[in-house]
């Protein structure tokens, strides 16, 4: 739990990639996954990441709202929304530069 913005967005950048690279080196190990399993294995990972992703992005501000701090509480949401929405465009960039190349 962070008030930086900076801080929040990168964990949450960092965590994305951690997963890319675990998903990544996982097929490799496993080519073929158990049908039977894979679904659970994603649903239960799509709900991590949706508890990490609203740690990171909601609870410091939830706690600055019911503190009564509301305008604070915005700006920290929206300036973390807003530096990892500037992450996502670079990465997005760097994706169509290697493509239209």
Request: contains cysteine; positive net charge.
């Given at each position: 739990?962070?008030?930086?913005?900076?801080?929040?967005?990168?964990?949450?950048f960092l965590y994305i990639c951690l997963l890319v690279?675990?998903?990544t080196w996982g097929s490799r190990l496993?080519?073929?996954p158990d049908p039977a399993i894979m679904p659970v294995v994603m649903i239960?990972?799509?709900t991590l990441s949706a508890a990490?992703?609203?740690?990171?992005?909601?609870?410091?501000?939830?706690?600055?709202?019911?503190?009564?701090?509301?305008?604070?509480?915005?700006r920290l949401f929206l300036q973390t929304v807003g530096i990892f929405g500037g992450i996502t465009i670079i990465m997005l960039?760097?994706?169509?530069?290697?493509?239209?190349?």
């Amino acid at each position: 739990m962070n008030k930086n913005p900076w801080i929040n967005a990168l964990l949450a950048f960092l965590y994305i990639c951690l997963l890319v690279f675990v998903m990544t080196w996982g097929s490799r190990l496993l080519p073929h996954p158990d049908p039977a399993i894979m679904p659970v294995v994603m649903i239960s990972l799509f709900t991590l990441s949706a508890a990490v992703m609203a740690y990171l992005f909601c609870l410091q501000p939830l706690m600055l709202y019911l503190d009564g701090h509301k305008k604070p509480a915005v700006r920290l949401f929206l300036q973390t929304v807003g530096i990892f929405g500037g992450i996502t465009i670079i990465m997005l960039i760097l994706l169509f530069s290697r493509i239209l190349s």
